[in-house]
């Protein structure tokens, strides 16, 4: 294995992306890793561990960079300076960007129109390797660069250890980022069929908005939004949860989505309900609950409202597996396995 100080991840600002796809993972090795906002050479430093300190480094002191969505002709000219000095660079990507200008939903979608594809596909194309958090992911960008290795997400254990506080309501929450509107709404109605059945309960939504929409129908005493919060503030928002919501639509931007929300709300012991296109992992009825159409997200979520032990056991089972099996340093070993590929990769490179 390389020697881990010789390893550098560089973020997208201070993001939740961020975090899970460059702090942990460099955490995890024992990298550096720096979050920077705008691109080259007009870069400014948003967060990151360098050297033991808040600095900016220089790149080419490193064996290996890992850049996150890196784009256009400064982040070109950068990962051309790199490799000519014997550096393997990577190219991290946690979304199927090319799908993103598809989600009418999407608050972001005209950042990724057709035309300003190029501008990613080049630097993919440029680095020795690129890492992805899905299978599906790397079937999709294998076009771009032949060399794409899988590293499945994970999580911090620590982050989520909150006692959840008791409450006499029963809460069904969704949280999340934009790009989600069209595919939450028939589960958001199918919540709200069971609101009207069951007076104790209530919707909670962080990020997106969802709860403001129940407000007209059961009054604010039942309906909480909370707005996007910081990722350390994330896992306490979420504990006022007591069932999760994570549907998903049929296109290839969900396809692409990795089962983060699943890992969440399971690492805090909230029982899932996932639609299977996303959430493959969930055993049904033992750590989570699949479904696709909303008769059915109805259906749990009344049998989950009506038994606090059938909450209790799977959020319980849920959190063992994740605890035991999809932490950021049980994922570590994919992100060694892969920085030592594109070593190689870029070594034969060199020999060309």
């Given at each position: 294995m390389i020697d881990p100080s010789e390893i550098l991840f560089v973020g997208i600002g201070a993001s939740a992306v961020c975090y899970y796809r460059v702090l942990l993972p460099a955490t995890a090795l024992g990298a550096d890793y720096i979050?920077?906002?705008?691109?080259?050479?007009?870069?400014?430093?948003?967060?990151?561990?360098?050297?033991?300190?808040?600095?900016?480094?220089?790149?080419?002191?490193?064996?290996?960079?890992?850049?996150?969505?890196?784009?256009?002709?400064?982040?070109?000219?950068?990962?051309?300076?790199?490799?000519?000095?014997?550096?393997?660079?990577?190219?991290?990507?946690?979304d199927w960007l090319h799908a993103i200008e598809a989600q009418q939903d999407h608050d972001f979608r005209d950042a990724f129109k057709h035309d300003q594809m190029a501008a990613y596909e080049a630097c993919m194309r440029s680095c020795d390797g690129m890492i992805v958090s899905t299978d599906f992911l790397a079937s999709c960008y294998r076009p771009f660069n032949r060399n794409v290795w899988v590293c499945r997400n994970g999580i911090d254990p620590a982050r989520y250890a909150y006692t959840r506080p008791e409450r006499e309501t029963v809460n069904i929450g969704w949280a999340g980022a934009t790009g989600h509107r069209d595919a939450a709404v028939p589960w958001l109605q199918a919540a709200a069929q069971v609101m009207s059945r069951r007076p104790s309960s209530c919707f909670v939504s962080i990020g997106q908005p969802f709860a403001e929409g129940f407000v007209p129908h059961f009054g604010a005493e039942r309906a909480l939004s909370i707005p996007w919060c910081a990722i350390e503030q994330y896992p306490a928002a979420m504990t006022m949860f007591d069932i999760?919501?994570?549907?998903?639509?049929?296109?290839?931007?969900y396809k692409a989505k990795s089962d983060l929300r699943w890992l969440e709300a399971s690492a805090l012991g909230i029982p899932v309900i996932g639609h299977p296109y996303v959430y493959r992992d969930i055993e049904d009825g033992v750590t989570g609950f699949r479904a696709m159409k909303p008769e059915k997200v109805q259906s749990l979520l009344l049998d989950l409202i009506d038994s606090p032990e059938l909450r209790t056991v799977v959020g319980e089972q849920a959190r063992a597996h994740v605890l035991s099996q999809r932490t950021y340093t049980a994922m570590s070993p994919l992100w060694a396995d892969a920085i030592e590929r594109a070593v190689k990769v870029s070594r034969k490179r060199a020999t060309v």
């Open positions: 979050g920077l906002n705008g691109d080259p050479p007009q870069v400014s430093y948003a967060t990151g561990l360098v050297r033991g300190q808040s600095q900016v480094p220089r790149f080419s002191d490193y064996k290996v960079v890992v850049l996150q969505q890196p784009k256009g002709a400064g982040w070109l000219k950068v990962i051309d300076e790199l490799q000519s000095h014997g550096v393997t660079v990577i190219y991290e990507v946690d999760a919501l994570a549907p998903a639509g049929k296109s290839g931007f």
